[in-house]
């Protein structure tokens, strides 16, 4: 597993001053990767360091690297996040150190400050081309709560305590943040009637997840095993699986999500890696009473510091609050390790278990990671409890579901005594209307 090293230490200080800004995500002891581009030039992998980032094309060209340096950085500055992935968790450690050492060394600041971007005058892609995408639900209190809306005698199916229930969802409408996207059409079969319609979806929401992204991937047939399946993971993003919970209801037996999920899920622009969160690791043990996991899913790791302490938020701002000047709300806050049943490496372990391949740029959803307190929910569905108690914004809206015009941003941040903050930026997206027949 990840060590906690001199990358770590809270007395280092970047060169770049907005690195050590009160509250920044982006601290020296981050370095997340994203995929950047300044108005019509070419897409460039980048480091976030305070409010810059350090292009990668250019660094490979300017800075002082040694020959090690220079082979790891050259797939990046080529642009190709997925093949530096590829390289494994040796070589992302050795980058991590350089990279850190570089942006503290004010021997480079020299040769490496012409390589810093401006974050705020750049677009942002998707940080790595994805292959495969597979949906988990390993959030215990998001799966009781929805499963007693759709299931009020058996919420918790018989299965969950026992496998990472999940689905293969598709990549090819995973969007980068800030994208618009509108809202779906779909089949809802309204109460007592006795055909579908095809109509825009009026029960629009979102779902607060991590995403976690494989860096490492393995052949078909060969299971990644529990105690090695951290070191295919090159990272966890913020993640917004977008759900149309009308066209979910009528479709989702017996298979499950179809296109309620396939229209738009929202990913960060930013890659904060495993390493960057070894501070930040919590021990994971279930409750008392429920049956323990299958010993596949066993390790003393995982036991030990499995979960991701990460706090998460979801904050909502209508086309009425940015008309009037109002800046978004905090509509929950949760916690990955508070929120989640199974652990990262368990995902991977399960995943492979039976010879399925991934592949570096594969992504998984968590789930929606609802805290165990009704106010902690991460999707407006249980917020709102099924559309029963709609929430009300500052502006006097009053919301069941995602409205037309709503932006909805995902934060989330890792913080204790002793670390220096780091965090994940933000994972936005606005709902525009439904486009017309
Ligand atoms: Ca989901």
């Known amino acids: 597993m990840q060590a906690v090293d001199a990358t770590h230490d809270p007395e280092l200080r970047s060169w770049v001053e907005s690195a050590q800004a009160p509250g920044t995500d982006f601290p020296i002891q981050n370095l997340p990767f994203g ?6 030039q070419p897409w460039r992998i980048g480091v976030a360091i305070g409010d810059q980032v350090l292009d990668l094309r250019l660094a490979a060209e300017r800075g002082s690297w040694n020959d090690t340096q220079r082979a790891l950085l050259r797939p990046l500055a080529a642009g190709d996040l997925n093949a530096f992935m590829a390289l494994g ?119 607060l997840e ?57 990913l960060s622009p930013w890659i904060v890696t495993l390493d960057a969160l070894a501070p930040f690791r919590r021990a994971f043990s279930r409750p008392p009473g429920d049956p323990p996991p299958l010993p596949y899913l066993q390790g003393a790791d995982n036991s030990a510091r499995g979960a991701f302490d990460v706090q998460l938020e979801v904050w909502l701002q209508s086309a009425a609050m940015r008309d009037a000047g109002l800046p978004p709300h905090c509509v929950s806050r949760s916690n990955f390790a508070d929120a989640a049943y199974w652990t990262v490496a368990q995902l991977v372990a399960h995943h492979t278990v039976g010879g399925c391949a991934l592949r570096p740029g594969d992504l998984f959803g968590s789930g929606t990671l609802s805290g165990p307190a009704p106010e902690q929910a991460g999707s407006l569905l249980e917020l709102a409890q099924g559309g029963r108690q709609p929430i009300t914004l500052p502006s006097g809206e009053r919301r069941s579901f995602v409205a037309d015009g709503d932006t909805v941003t995902l934060r989330g941040f890792c913080q204790r005594p002793g670390a220096v903050r780091i965090g994940f930026g933000a994972c936005s997206a606005t709902v525009l209307p439904a486009a017309a027949d």
Do not use: M
């Open 89 to 207: 968790a040796a070589a992302w450690r050795a980058l991590r150190a350089a990279l850190s050492h570089a942006l503290a060394d004010r021997a480079a600041q020299p040769l490496l400050a012409p390589c810093l971007l401006p974050q705020a005058q750049l677009d942002y892609d998707v940080p790595c081309a994805i292959g495969d995408y597979t949906d988990f639900y390993v959030g215990i209190h998001h799966a009781t709560a929805v499963g007693k809306l759709f299931r009020p005698d058996a919420p918790l199916l018989p299965n969950y305590k026992w496998v990472p229930i999940g689905y293969h969802g598709r990549a090819s409408t995973i969007l980068p943040s800030a994208r618009p996207f509108a809202r779906p059409r779909g089949q809802i079969k309204h109460a007592g009637a006795e055909a579908p319609v095809l109509q825009p979806s009026a029960r629009l929401d979102y779902e």
């Open 35 to 40: 995929r950047v581009r300044r108005g019509a």
């Open 210 to 266: 991590i995403g976690i992204v494989i860096g490492v991937g393995n052949p078909p047939g060969q299971s990644i095993a529990l105690a090695r399946a951290e070191e295919h993971v090159f990272g966890l993003a913020l993640f917004n699986d977008w759900s149309a919970r009308d066209v979910q209801a009528w479709e989702y037996q017996p298979l499950g999500p179809f296109l309620a999920k396939n229209f738009a899920s929202t």
